[in-house]
Nanobody
Framework: QVQLVESGGGSVQAGGSLRLSCAAS????????TGWFRQAPGKEREGVAIITTADGSTSYADSVKGRFTISQDNAKNTLYLQMNSLKPEDTAMYYC????????????????????????????WGQGTQVTVSS
């Protein structure tokens, strides 16, 4: 059974940094589409960053480009999200997601992992870790 467990969330001041981790069990990261999403109160869950584990190709939301970095440690079966220069608008619950399909069909179209995909195209989810950024 696939399990994803996030950790590393917390409270920081604007301009600070956090590193989120997502430990996977029940499968290996060798060829999956994995990523981070976030959901702020009253808002839709949105994609933050995605990585194709087989070749390391990545995709980021415009709002985090240049500040966040997604990475993986295949030996540890762990996904990371390094978050720098945090802003109050980054406050949200952060979720790890994974799907074995590099190319997924969802909502009437196909999505390649490296180009990003909506939340409905991910089969596995963690429980989330809270990130709070104060001004």
């Amino acid at each position: 059974q696939v399990q994803l467990v996030e950790s590393g969330g917390g409270s920081v001041q604007a301009g600070g940094s956090l590193r989120l981790s997502c430990a996977a069990s029940g499968y290996t990261y060798s060829s999956y589409c994995t990523g981070w999403f976030r959901q702020a109160p009253g808002k839709e869950r949105e994609g933050v960053a995605i990585i194709t584990t087989a070749d390391g190709s990545t995709s980021y939301a415009d709002s985090v480009k240049g500040r966040f970095t997604i990475s993986q440690d295949n030996a540890k079966n762990t996904l990371y999200l390094q978050m720098n220069s945090l802003k109050p608008e980054d406050t949200a619950m952060y979720y790890c997601a994974a799907d074995r399909r590099i190319m997924a069909w969802y909502g009437g179209r196909s999505y390649n992992c490296a180009s990003g995909r909506p939340r409905g195209a991910f089969a596995y989810w963690g429980q989330g870790t809270q990130v709070t950024v104060s001004s």
